[in-house]
């Protein structure tokens, strides 16, 4: 007896049931175009891609070698005793300055830029970069009393106060100071002026990263951060940080927000400052003449034997001095250069008559 359903008889679909309509497109007859590869088209193109690439680099290289750039490492040498000290951590609480001087042979022209650089400092490990609580830096005050567990071990003190701002991250902030000076030709030493504000990206300072909200016109930063604790490695309460300037304290920090922004490479720099050049003799630049930093050495970095330095840099309209790119083009169109002189020799030898190569 055949089988039924719902009490009909069962209807076998056959083979070509699911067979795909009868179209141009479900079939696969729609119309096509294959390139034919011929020396004629291939060996152009190749030889314009090198010639692009190549000057492509020249072009990069010439802007980069362009901007001027200095390095002053202050890991040791003249802050040796600095060095030393930060070893003993019983001795975190006292504060140590050193100074470096250095050189500048060629004045740099047009806005100059302040980085701090650290050496083997990886911030690009997940669990540091985990160990933050994102929902605290932007004000909520959930988030402030009751930390997210992947700030741990960093969420709180020994007597169980939260920690604002909690983790890892901001617990190893930066936290050396500098003040630059200047000494030309027959005039006094003079301080050079930073812009310290400004360099937080806009998003990150206006968005990103918010001060809890205050409940009353009467009621400070301090009030509002009560009942939590600051950081194990700080010095200072996160409200605390620049008391002078409401919009730069707090979780609204710049020098906080600018660390905050992990960097990819263990090798890496972070802009500290931005010459003001509203004031004479700095117009113009940085003047040649001799330079001195005067250092506030806190951050140690013996524990990831690490190294510490000051760059001072000019920009163009590609960046700092960074050879990688222009350096890459012009490997990358030197190769394809070489390609293509040998595809146009084996194509000479071979196929210019039209002879088939494999005879």
């Known amino acids: 007896m055949a089988p039924t359903i719902m009490g009909k008889p069962e209807v076998n679909p056959g083979p070509l049931a699911r067979r795909p309509d009868n179209s141009a497109f479900k079939q696969q007859r ?54 030393e000290m930060r070893k003993d951590r019983t001795k975190a609480d006292q504060r140590c300055n050193c100074t470096v001087g250095f050189r500048i042979h060629d004045a740099f022209k047009g806005d100059v830029f302040f980085y701090y650089g650290l050496i083997n400092f ?5 669990q540091y970069m985990d160990s933050r609580d994102d929902g605290q830096m932007t004000g909520r005050k959930a988030h402030l009393k009751n930390p997210s567990p992947y700030c741990k071990p960093f969420v709180a003190d020994q007597n169980g106060l939260p920690i604002a701002p909690c983790g890892a991250v901001a617990n190893s902030i930066f936290n050396d100071s500098f003040t630059l000076f200047y000494t030309g030709e027959g005039s006094p030493k003079v301080q050079v002026p930073l812009f310290r504000k400004g360099i937080a990206w806009y998003t990150d300072k206006n968005v990103k990263f918010r001060n809890p909200q205050v409940d009353n016109k009467t009621q400070t930063l301090a009030q509002v951060f009560e009942g939590t604790t600051r950081p194990l490695f700080w010095q200072k309460p996160v409200y605390d940080l620049d008391p002078r300037d409401p919009n730069n304290n707090g979780f609204i920090n710049e020098d906080l927000i600018v660390w905050m922004r992990e960097a990819a490479f263990p090798n890496f720099k972070k802009l500290y400052g931005v010459l003001d050049r509203t004031r004479k003799p700095f117009k113009e630049g ?9 250092i506030f050495y ?21 960046g700092g001095q960074n050879r990688f790119l222009p350096i890459a083009y012009l490997v990358t169109g030197s190769l394809i250069l070489l390609l293509a002189i040998l595809l146009t020799a084996v194509w000479w030898k071979f196929g210019k008559n039209g002879q088939n190569m494999e005879e």
Not at 70 to 75: A, E, F, M, R
Not at 122 to 126: A, F, G, I, V, Y
């Open 30 to 83: 729609l119309p096509a175009w294959s390139p034919m590869l011929t020396a004629n088209t291939v060996l152009p193109f190749f030889y314009g891609m090198a010639v692009v690439c190549i000057l492509l680099g020249v072009w990069l290289l010439i802007t980069v070698n362009n901007t001027h750039q200095h390095k002053v490492d202050y890991t040791q040498g003249s802050c040796d005793e600095c060095f």
């Open 122 to 126: 990886h911030q690009n490990l997940r």
């Open 286 to 294: 940085l003047p040649s003449g001799n330079y001195s930093i005067q």
């Open 298 to 318: 806190n951050f140690p970095v013996q524990y990831f034997r690490g190294g510490k330095e000051v760059i001072l840099s000019t920009i163009s309209w590609f």
